[in-house]
């Protein structure tokens, strides 16, 4: 798999796509920082959805117990083949690195059209 850096306006439409395509999965958060180092902040509970509010400039990463919010998202990148998801990384304008990785590579269905 490979990394694919995600431009802003793919946002919304890809993360409204996974939520669809994936609710359930099982998937845990990690925050790496250099202030705090690595810190796994929810591990292995089922993906509710990912969604990206422009007006707010927030990412929030929904599973089941935690409400997971990104403020002034800079980046986003996603490690995926053609048709499996193993992670998406979120980069803050903060430097810190929010990583949703999914249990097992996830197979996704091809994009609407």
Do not use: C
């Not at 048709?83 to 304008?93: F, K, R, T, W």
């Amino acid at each position: 798999m490979t990394a694919k850096k995600l431009e802003k306006a793919e946002w919304g439409p890809y993360f409204d796509h996974l939520s669809k395509t994936l609710k359930g999965a099982q998937a845990e958060i990690e925050v790496a920082s250099l202030k705090l180092g690595d810190q796994v902040e929810a591990s292995w509970l089922p993906l509710i959805g990912l969604v990206y509010d422009p007006k707010d400039n927030i990412i929030e990463v929904a599973l089941d117990g935690i409400d997971h919010l990104i403020a002034k998202p800079r980046d986003v990148f996603v490690d995926a083949g053609e048709e499996a998801l193993a992670s998406v990384e979120i980069v803050d304008g903060d430097d810190n690195r929010q990583i949703v990785r999914f249990r097992q590579p996830l197979a996704l269905p091809p994009p609407a059209r």
